[in-house]
């Protein structure tokens, strides 16, 4: 019973390409967030939706664009991959109060070559 | 600009002993912290938290301490046991942010390892 589930785990291409990194959860939340931990291990906050509308959009490049079909799903699309975008990616969801704490899923490894 | 610091990239400790995690932050308008801890390959799990109205908050064998006026706040675990080995990343927001507009700033990540 994978509470944040995303696909896939890992992630490897070519620069230039275009790529997607889907993240679901079943836990009824109505907020889902996007985190970028690069090389120096710093986790940032890259997106945050609520309810299927973008509320954080933390000067990410246009070239990540995040997608909300529904409540449960947050999906992370990523255009013209540049060496400097590997990283792991995860995904979180949260019900959406200030004090509730995020749960995560296990990341997506994606590598640039 | 690192607003949440973890200092100490690893913490080697003995089983049944105690571990203290270290966190300093910057900025004054944080007023909410939290712990999470990650195992490999896994996403990090929410483990305790605390608001800057108290200084202290206890969950079993976790406790957080929060020094205000140092901007620092530290987790104890006793007693430590293997499967507390694990990255601890400390975690902090403003609760005036508000409502859905909740962005978490972390640390870099301490490693604890706890000796059998």
């Known amino acids: 019973d994978t509470a944040v589930s995303q696909t896939p785990k890992y992630l490897v291409t070519q620069m230039g390409n275009d790529k997607s990194i889907k993240c679901e959860q079943n836990?009824?939340?109505?907020?889902m967030y996007w985190y970028k931990q690069d090389s120096k291990k710093f986790l940032k906050i890259m997106f945050s939706?609520?309810?299927?509308?973008?509320?954080i959009n933390e000067t990410v490049p246009n070239r990540f664009s995040p997608k909300s079909p529904d409540k449960a799903h947050l999906n992370l699309h990523i255009n013209s991959l540049e060496l400097g975008d590997s990283a792991v990616y995860f995904c979180?969801?949260?019900?959406?109060?200030?004090?509730?704490?995020?749960?995560f899923g296990n990341g997506t490894r994606l590598t640039v070559t | 600009d690192q607003q949440v610091k973890q200092n100490s990239p690893s913490l080697s400790v003995q089983e049944g002993r105690i571990s203290i995690l270290n966190c300093d932050y910057t900025?004054?308008?944080?007023?909410?912290f939290l712990w999470y801890k990650k195992y490999p390959a896994e996403g990090p799990t929410f483990l305790i938290s605390i608001s800057s109205i108290k200084d202290k908050n206890e969950d079993g064998r976790f406790t957080v301490f929060l020094n205000k006026s140092a901007k620092h706040l530290s987790l104890h675990i006793v007693p430590s046991q293997p499967g507390d080995s694990a990255v601890y990343f400390c975690a902090a927001t403003s609760l005036h942010s508000g409502g859905s507009n909740y962005k978490l700033t972390f640390g870099k990540g301490t490693l604890l390892t706890v000796n059998p």
């Open positions: 900025n004054s308008m944080f007023d909410y």
């Open positions: 939706y609520n309810n299927k509308e973008l509320i």
């Open positions: 979180a969801s949260s019900s959406g109060g200030s004090l509730a704490p995020l749960h």
């Open positions: 836990l009824g939340h109505d907020t």
